[in-house]
């Protein structure tokens, strides 16, 4: 079974707008971790927000947002007021402490996030 | 600081020739280190990871390998290359369980 899930391949957003990008995950690992990263088309992965499965309040960091669901195993990205320089792939990832993965960061197979002037 | 860098860029090798890529990282000790592979439009697949100097797990089994002979060296090789090993090649560290940094990538082509 896949653990990590991104459902959008491709989606587009009007600049200045908000955009969701979809994250679903599995693991009966009580302590995970999860990860959104952007790649833009040099291929360098940038590191843009984490998400502790025991932190009480979702994170942000700055016009990133995750909206952490637990029970629903979801783990959406919110990017506020979309710029043209958003236009990247999107990867999901989790780290499950004690599950198979051993502790190494486990990808989805991500959405590529297109912003239109 | 800390960085990582990762070389060379690209690479467009034929098929049966060697491979040898190298990742090393400063401002940092004995970091978990690891490789990934990245098929064209696909997300990333674990290859190897490296819990100390001369600890290699392989998460895929393949032909290829990877090597630690320093703490922060990270070397992926292999032997003799196939049309599938054509990707891109990202290596990461991290000395946190919270944080994973990667380097610039190579982008491999095999011809």
């Known amino acids: 079974a896949q653990k990590i899930t991104q459902t959008q391949p491709g989606m587009f957003v009007q600049e200045k707008e908000a955009v969701t990008l979809d994250c679903t995950y599995d693991?009966?690992?009580?302590?995970?971790?999860l990860f959104w990263y952007k790649q833009p088309s040099s291929g360098e992965m940038i590191f843009l927000i984490y998400?502790?499965?025991?932190?009480?309040q979702n994170a942000t960091e700055g016009r990133y947002s995750l909206n952490f669901q637990k029970a629903r195993k979801s783990a959406n990205l919110v990017i506020s007021a979309s710029q043209l320089g958003d236009s990247a792939m999107y990867f999901c990832?989790?780290?499950?402490?004690?599950?198979?993965?051993?502790?190494?960061?486990?990808f989805g197979k991500g959405t590529k996030l297109s912003v239109k002037p | 600081s800390q960085t990582i860098h990762q070389w060379p860029a690209t690479l467009v090798q034929p098929v049966g020739s060697p491979l040898s890529l190298e990742c090393t990282v400063e401002g940092t000790s004995n970091p978990n280190l690891y490789w990934y592979r990245q098929a064209a439009g696909r997300g990333l697949q674990l290859l190897f990871y490296?819990?100390?100097?001369?600890?290699i797990s392989s998460e895929v089994p393949q032909n290829l390998s990877a090597s630690r002979p320093q703490d922060r060296q990270f070397i992926l090789s292999s032997k003799k290359l196939l049309l599938s090993d054509s990707g891109f090649y990202l290596c990461a560290w991290s000395v946190r369980r919270d944080g994973y940094t990667f380097g610039s990538g190579t982008r491999l082509t095999v011809v």
């Open positions: 998400q502790g499965s025991y932190d009480q």
């Open positions: 693991t009966s690992d009580p302590s995970y971790g």
């Open positions: 490296s819990v100390g100097i001369g600890q």
């Open positions: 990832a989790m780290r499950e402490v004690y599950g198979g993965s051993q502790g190494n960061l486990i």
